[in-house]
């Protein structure tokens, strides 16, 4: 059954730093998304991504934020200068042809900001 | 703006017993759907089912129903057979016309043997 995928898992960073998270949707999937989740708290939306350009984005998803779709089956998520409370799981999901397909995730990237 | 409330942070349930998780909504969009997802320790979100404002059944997807009650606002979601498998952190969510999905805090789910 496909499914969407992150890499990597885990990543460890500096302040200041910048982190790309990386996804790769289902294959037919046109819509695209990012969510975080700060430990314990309820999922955020970030940004979602349709026809290769961002259709909305949260007040989170602020100039640190930017998001690429570079070779037509990656899907990532860049944070130019980290923060401390950037420390959250990200969740890269794609959705189907129609804009109300359910949206499925993927395993999630745990970041942790030091 | 859509609001998802889940007011039961835990439940507690025996094996092979169904359990209710709560879920209620508020927009003044005709048009919406409504999910829910189970993550476990893991972390990862899966996706159990979905209704859609329209649809005159309530969805079931396995041992998966979801309990919907429009003049309510309400979209419960019922697991009959409580496997320990189950035990995790479920999330109702929500997605108005366009928009993205919009999530309730969640409840921890636990079954016991």
């Known amino acids: 059954e496909p499914e969407v995928t992150q890499t990597p898992s885990h990543q460890v960073t500096q302040m200041g730093q910048e982190v790309i998270l990386r996804c790769v949707p289902i294959s037919n999937h046109l819509y695209f998304y990012w969510y975080r989740q700060i430990l314990g708290q309820k999922v955020e939306f970030l940004v979602s991504f349709y026809n290769n350009e961002i259709s909305e984005k949260s007040e989170i998803f602020d100039d640190q934020f930017s998001v690429e779709r570079p070779d037509g089956s990656n899907f990532t998520l860049k944070i130019r200068s980290t923060k401390l409370e950037d420390s959250a799981m990200y969740f890269c999901?794609?959705?189907?042809?129609?804009?109300?397909?359910?949206?499925?995730f993927g395993p999630g990237t745990r970041l942790t900001v030091l | 703006a859509q609001k998802i409330t889940q007011t039961q942070p835990g439940m507690f349930v025996q094996e092979k017993e169904a359990v209710t998780l709560d879920c209620t909504y508020d927009t003044s969009d005709p048009s919406y759907g409504l999910f829910w997802y189970k993550q476990p320790s893991s972390g990862e979100m899966i996706f159990l089912i979905y209704?859609?404002?329209?649809?005159?059944q309530n969805a079931t997807e396995g041992r998966y129903s979801l309990n919907f009650q429009k003049a309510r606002k309400s979209a419960n979601l019922v697991i009959s057979a409580s496997q320990l498998g189950d035990s995790a952190m479920y999330f109702c969510?929500?997605?108005?016309?366009?928009?993205?999905?919009?999530f309730g805090k969640g409840t921890m789910l636990l079954v016991s043997p």
């Open positions: 209704q859609g404002s329209y649809d005159q």
């Open positions: 999901a794609s959705g189907g042809v129609h804009y109300d397909n359910e949206q499925f």
């Open positions: 969510a929500m997605r108005v016309g366009y928009s993205t999905l919009t």
